[in-house]
Every structure is written in C-alpha cells, then in structure tokens.
C-alpha cells in the first residue's frame, strides 16, 4: 500500500532563506508524486508532480521537487522565501492505478519570519 | 475558466440531523473525488466517481456517509445522523485521468460544525 510522510509538521525560515520541506513515500509500483499548497480558507493548488519523466520537476511559484528512487523521497526546495510563500504543503502518492485517488501526508506548516 | 466549486462554504447543524454537501466540478472532467480535511486525521480519500462505473467508495467511515453524482457532472455527499466527530472540511476535487497521472483540481471546501 502506499504511504507519505512528511518530516516536521513545521518549518519556519527567514524571508530569502533556503526552503526545504520533507516527503518520504511508500509505493509498491512506480508512483506518481505530488506538492499541493494550501493557503489559509482555500483549496489545494497544485504546485508540481512527478510523472517518471525528468526527476527533478520544476513547479508553479519557483519550487522544485527532486524524485529520488534510491531514498524514496520527494523533497520540495525553493531558493529564496518570499512572505508569500506561507501556507500550508501537502505531499501526495496516487494511492490507486485503478482510481487515482490521493494519498496525503500529515502536511508541513510553512512560516516565513521577515 | 471556472473552477471547482461547492456548497456551502459554510455549515453548521446539531447532532443527530442529516447534511447535503454539493459539489459543482469542472466542465468536462470525468473524475470526481471527495476528501476531507480534519485536525485529527489530515486529508483522507472518501469516494471517487468516474464516469458511469461503479463508485469507490472505499473511503467513507461509516454507512451514514453516501455520496451520488447525477448526470455525469454535479455530486452531493450526505452525511446522515451527524455527529461531532464529522466536523471537518470537505473538500471536493475534479479530473481528467490522463495516462495514470491524475491530476486534480480542489474546490475551496465547507466547513461542517456539528453542535
């Protein structure tokens, strides 16, 4: 069955600090992986996916994820924080072949501090 | 063009009475998914139509939860006899499956309170 964990429910960074936010899965096939962003009172946005194209998969807002086989991971980074990037970020394994539906992680809470 | 949309945003009801929840998805997605968001629990998968095949519903939590989708397009999930413990958002998401790659677009979600 598969399965996401994200590493740290929190994370807080200085504005034009480096973000990294944590996501390790379990997949018995091949998985699709996913980043969604939720901002407070809204619904997820999609930042990226992995399909088994490129590994390292570039995102909407300047993130990027790094899909590594070896480590089972899924990593999101962005150089620079902005004030704007503070939310909340889901990691997400298609849970089905057959259905698609969403496998989340517990979620990583992200505070930029100016 | 429009996105996923549900309603209402907002709801608040007693325990014990039955709640409808809509969900309007984007034209022309065939897939439909419902999940819900709660402190406790994190997001979790509750029922997925796609097209005219049977739904799974392998993730509602109890018998007191349905879900329908009528026409191929809007859905409404019911929860019956709530209770407290089914305060939580309820998210709805719409797709095209496309190569087992789904990806999914999510409504702003309602709020359900329980008193």
């Known amino acids: 069955a598969q399965s996401v964990t994200q590493l740290g429910s929190h994370v807080s960074v200085s504005e034009g600090a480096l973000v990294l936010l944590r996501c390790n899965y379990s997949?018995?096939?091949?998985?699709?992986l996913f980043w969604y962003v939720q901002y407070p009172n809204q619904g997820l946005q999609l930042l990226l996916k992995y399909t088994s194209a490129a590994t390292l998969v570039k995102g909407i807002n300047g993130f990027e994820a790094e899909f590594k086989k070896s480590e089972t991971s899924f990593h999101l980074t962005k150089p620079s924080a902005h004030m704007s990037d503070a939310a909340e970020y889901f990691c997400a394994v298609h849970g089905s072949s057959n259905t698609g539906k969403l496998i989340f992680g517990q979620g990583t809470t992200l505070q930029v501090k100016p | 063009g429009a996105g996923v949309s549900q309603s209402p945003s907002n709801k608040v009801t007693e325990k014990g009475k039955d709640v409808e929840l809509r969900c309007d998805p984007i034209s022309g997605h065939t897939a439909l998914y419902w999940y819900r968001q709660s402190l406790g629990q994190g997001l979790e998968f509750l029922i997925y139509?796609?097209?005219?095949?049977?739904?799974?519903k392998s993730g509602l939590p109890s018998d007191r939860f349905s879900a329908e989708r009528t026409g191929g397009s809007v859905s409404t999930l019911t929860i019956q006899r709530t209770q407290q413990e089914d305060s939580a958002v309820y998210l709805c998401?719409?797709?095209?499956?496309?190569?087992?790659?789904?990806?999914?677009?999510f409504g702003p979600g309602t709020r359900l309170t329980v008193t």
């Open positions: 139509f796609q097209g005219n095949s049977a739904p799974d």
């Open positions: 997949s018995s096939v091949p998985p699709y």
């Open positions: 998401a719409s797709s095209i499956p496309s190569g087992g790659a789904y990806e999914q677009y």
